[in-house]
């Protein structure tokens, strides 16, 4: 269980590992697939669909108020230093009541308790993605080159954080 931030609406968050059977999480990760593709062309669109989320080397976390699906994000292993922030969403109505900031908070945590030591991720260049730009930034995220297997692209921006100095 993750307590909420002080001062927020909602008073408690818990975060689980989520196997992806339950009907409201595949509602949203579904709507986020949709968004994804209805705000960037396919080829600048890099949202995993619900067979991707299944990977072995992905794990999702979701968000619950109560009974309430709160949001949902996953880490998606690159190698064993270096991980990769997925799916990042936050719900219909629990939008800017720190639901983003505790997930990512959570992956961190995640991310440095499995040992990797550095932290990344893929989001759109658009006005759409501002507020997710934002929250990686005011977490501690720097701007990066394309990791991986992303190329250049003007749609999209790239972030990292280091886990462990190296």
Same mark, same amino acid.
């Given at each position: 269980?993750?307590?909420?931030?002080?001062?927020?609406?909602?008073?408690?968050?818990?975060?689980?590992?989520?196997?992806?059977?339950?009907?409201?999480?595949?509602?949203?990760?579904?709507?986020?697939?949709?968004?994804?593709?209805?705000?960037?062309?396919?080829?600048?669109?890099?949202?995993?669909?619900?067979?991707?989320?299944?990977?072995?080397? =992905?794990? =999702?976390?979701?968000?619950? $108020?109560?009974?309430?699906?709160?949001?949902?994000?996953?880490?998606?292993?690159?190698?064993?230093?270096?991980?990769?922030?997925?799916?990042?969403?936050?719900?219909?109505?629990?939008?800017?009541?720190? =639901?983003?900031?505790?997930?990512?908070?959570?992956?961190?945590?995640?991310?440095?308790?499995?040992?990797?030591?550095?932290?990344?991720?893929?989001?759109?260049?658009?006005?759409?993605?501002?507020?997710?730009?934002?929250?990686? $930034?005011?977490?501690?995220?720097?701007?990066?080159?394309?990791?991986?297997?992303?190329?250049?692209?003007? $749609?999209?921006?790239?972030?990292?954080?280091?886990?462990?100095?190296?």
């Amino acid at each position: 269980m993750t307590d909420y931030l002080p001062g927020s609406t909602v008073e408690q968050l818990r975060i689980d590992v989520d196997d992806l059977t339950g009907a409201r999480i595949i509602a949203l990760l579904t709507q986020h697939h949709a968004d994804m593709a209805a705000t960037s062309p396919a080829e600048s669109m890099h949202a995993l669909d619900l067979t991707a989320l299944r990977d072995p080397a =992905v794990t =999702v976390w979701s968000a619950w $108020l109560g009974a309430d699906l709160a949001g949902c994000a996953a880490l998606k292993e690159l190698d064993t230093r270096h991980a990769e922030i997925k799916s990042m969403r936050t719900a219909d109505g629990f939008t800017g009541r720190g =639901v983003a900031a505790a997930l990512l908070g959570h992956l961190v945590t995640a991310a440095r308790d499995r040992g990797y030591r550095r932290l990344s991720l893929e989001t759109g260049a658009e006005d759409y993605f501002a507020p997710a730009r934002r929250l990686y $930034l005011r977490h501690g995220f720097t701007e990066c080159p394309p990791f991986g297997a992303y190329v250049p692209d003007p $749609l999209s921006q790239f972030f990292t954080l280091a886990l462990d100095p190296e």
